[in-house]
């Protein structure tokens, strides 16, 4: 076995993925009732039922949790997509005029601003 290359872990690859969504969950939902500065990592581990250590190995600091928060929330998921790769991005870019395109990319923004409105106005704060 080459030894550059990992062996597969499914179950400690989900359960890692679900610690890192379960941290990026509370740390959005505490976000958004406390506001960035009030969150601290002890409640965002305590919400997420993990360890602050954990909370630290898995983000780093609150900066890079709150940008991964963005990320996931604004892109709907965690998948490793880019947004403008992702499949309600399509219409924009295959829009046959410039008004089709403006009117798929309003669409867009609206899905965007669906799912991530609140925490946009607490990092606009």
């Given at each position: ?88 991005m399509r219409p924009v870019f ?32």
């Open positions: 076995m080459n030894a550059s290359v990992k062996p597969e872990f499914p179950r400690r690859q989900k359960r890692a993925q679900a610690t890192r969504r379960a941290i990026l969950d509370a740390a959005g939902g505490l976000f958004i009732e406390q506001g960035y500065a009030a969150t601290t990592i002890q409640a965002i581990a305590d919400r997420a039922d993990v360890a602050v250590q954990t909370v630290y190995a898995v983000h780093g600091n609150k900066r890079a949790i709150l940008d991964a928060v963005l990320d996931v929330t604004i892109a709907g998921d965690d998948a490793e997509i880019a947004v403008n790769a992702r499949e309600w295959e829009a046959p005029t410039a008004t089709a395109r403006l009117r798929a990319y309003a669409a867009a923004v609206r899905q965007i601003m669906a799912r991530a409105s609140d925490l946009l106005i607490v990092v606009g704060a």
